[in-house]
């Protein structure tokens, strides 16, 4: 998941340098309100933890994914040089990059950019 912000000026999505899993742990480093700087036209601007939103990033299914081919290979192996042909290592394996891939994309990013915090005054 990477977060990012959109420039008024140029009207660009620029990411965050560092990402957050929640937008408490955004608010908790940066502070509610943070000045930011656009890296395509350079402008800097005051926003709030609820001007950035969260989208997916393919790292985490990746992994998941890579995981499920591995374990599909092995398990396929691994079972061929026991004499038995089967179909259990496409499951488990099929099963993992599906959970992985499933769960990142919705959990996450839903619930960052669900919650909002509430603003207050300056």
């Keep these: 998941m990477k977060q990012y912000a959109k420039c008024p000026s140029c009207k660009a999505e620029f990411n965050l340098k560092k990402t957050y899993l929640t937008r408490p742990d955004l608010v908790a480093d940066l502070g509610e309100y943070f000045n930011l700087e656009c890296t ?6 005051e926003y709030h933890a ?4 969260a989208k997916d990033s393919f790292s985490g299914n990746l992994l998941g994914t890579l995981v ?9 192996l691994f079972l061929w040089n026991q004499g038995v042909i ?13 959970a992985s891939n499933l769960s990142t ?8 950019n669900k919650y909002r915090i509430p603003r207050k005054v300056k």
């Design 68 to 76: 499920g081919i591995v374990i599909i290979i092995l398990t396929t």
């Design 86 to 98: 089967s179909n259990i290592g496409f499951i488990v394996g099929g099963g993992i990059i599906a």
């Design 105 to 112: 994309f919705t959990s996450n990013t839903n619930a960052f």
């Design 50 to 53: 609820n001007d950035v939103k």
């Design 40 to 45: 395509e036209c350079g402008s800097k601007k």
